[in-house]
């Protein structure tokens, strides 16, 4: 009798463990995938049109730029920061520079064409770099 209670204790553990079991993982298949996951891909896609977004290596060219020690000696008009929003460094003698023509922010030539081969707004101000077409 003892034996016949102890085998339907553990045939009854048996079946709650294996009910369990097949509960979890069929929720897990319906479940919509984790947070985590989805903002991967949420960022590959954004990444992906980004760089379709940005602009063309010609654009990029026809931007001005000067030389900051120059600049700043022939009073030209850019803005009055004295470092790169996209890189946060401070503008020494010497360094390149372009300067967006619609808002006359100026960034380090390297940093500001890296970011709109990528984005096409300026990295300040939001605005298009180069006048649309009328």
Known sequence: MVKLEVGFAVVSVLAVVTVAFLLRACSRRAAPAPAHRRDQERGRRTATADVEAGLHEAALRALPKLVYGEAVASGTAIDASTCC????????????????????????QRCIDRWLRLRPTCPVCRSPPVPGPA
């Open 85 to 108: 929003a996209v890189c946060l460094g401070e503008y020494a003698g010497g360094d390149v520079l372009r300067v967006l023509p619609e808002c006359a922010h100026a960034f380090h």
